[in-house]
């Protein structure tokens, strides 16, 4: 390389750290993909204040909402990777619609450069509360005893609510009739008013449902007990001794962000998740604080493909 070229290279990377070392400079806009007022938008607005006053710009809120997500992912995949366009994401959107959807526009591990995960979301594992059982060993043996009797509702085919039966089926070989919603109110509707009898949800709606009486929560889904339902033992507990699975929220960006600017976002979301205030309040929508950090969060994901791979393969379901 001549010495021309040597010097023009240098003051190019030196002008692009200089660019990346003043990171951010305008507002910072983060997809949702999925319609405002729901968990994903509830969770934007609790971490959104406090990374404003880290970062020193406004997080604007983006909702493109469609076909399980897919489509804000690929508004933030064709967008510029220069840390001004995130997307905060869920299991369903990141490890459960590469393998659901025959045509994806997106791969989660090659498309998508990880910031940071924030959050785990336990499921409770519910029953309606005429159904004669008090645990989730009684609800097994109930199962057991009428094999294709019990029926159970999801908010629709391939969802986390739709795979974690699944998975718990596999688990215990019970035989479970699947019947699908368009969402999970009408799914919620049917479990209270007896036309199915089982259901998996997550904690928020699960806990305030149960403590009204109108559903019976049998088990949580996550290692340890949650805050929202304490006196309700987990899965593990109840028997099912390697049983634990859980949703998660998470912040990526287009691929090929700068290293910087990526460890930057996710030093700023480790400074909100350890705020006593967000942790707490986290906790009351349901979800657990659970920070990883870029390079934790990238294998996280890597490891969860191919667990939800295998639940999707084995509950037959299949989108265009």
Not at 117 to 141: E, I
Request: glycine letters at 8%; charged letters at 20%.
């Amino acid at each position: 390389m001549t010495l021309w070229k040597a010097a023009a290279a240098a003051l190019i990377s030196l002008a692009t750290l200089g660019a990346h070392a003043a990171y951010p400079e305008k507002p910072i806009r983060l997809v949702i993909g999925f319609p405002a007022g729901g968990p994903l938008d509830q969770h934007a607005r609790l971490l959104s204040e406090r990374l404003q006053a880290v970062l020193g710009q406004p997080i604007v809120i983006d909702y493109k909402a469609g076909a399980g997500g897919t489509v804000g992912a690929q508004e933030v995949m064709k967008s510029a990777p220069d840390g001004y366009t995130l997307m905060l994401a869920n299991t369903g959107v990141m490890v459960i619609n590469p393998a659901l959807y025959g045509k994806l526009p997106y791969q989660t591990l090659r498309d998508f450069t990880p910031i940071a995960r924030s959050a785990m979301q336990p499921l409770a594992l519910l029953v309606n509360p005429k159904v004669p059982v008090l645990s989730l060993k009684d609800f097994m043996d109930y199962a057991r005893a009428r094999p294709g009797q019990v029926n159970y509702g999801s908010a629709g085919n391939g969802g986390i609510s739709h795979l974690v039966p699944e998975m718990f089926k596999s688990a215990t070989g019970l035989f479970m009739v699947h019947i699908p919603y368009r969402g999970s109110a009408p799914a919620f509707t049917d479990l209270m008013a007896g036309q199915v009898q089982f259901m998996a949800e997550s904690i928020p709606q699960a806990a305030a449902y149960h403590k009204q009486g109108k559903v019976r929560a049998l088990a949580v889904t996550s290692r340890e007990r949650n805050p929202a339902l304490p006196d309700i033992p987990t899965v593990m507990e109840s028997g099912l001794k390697d049983f634990e699975v859980v949703g998660f929220y998470g912040f990526l960006a287009p691929a090929n962000l700068p290293r910087d600017v990526r460890d930057r976002l996710s030093d700023a979301f480790r400074q909100v998740l350890t705020s006593p205030e967000i942790r707490n309040r986290m906790i009351t929508q349901g979800a657990d604080p659970a920070f990883l950090g870029a390079e934790d969060f990238a294998k996280f994901l890597a490891a969860e493909m191919p667990r939800w791979a295998e639940a999707v393969k084995k509950s037959g379901a299949k989108l265009d």
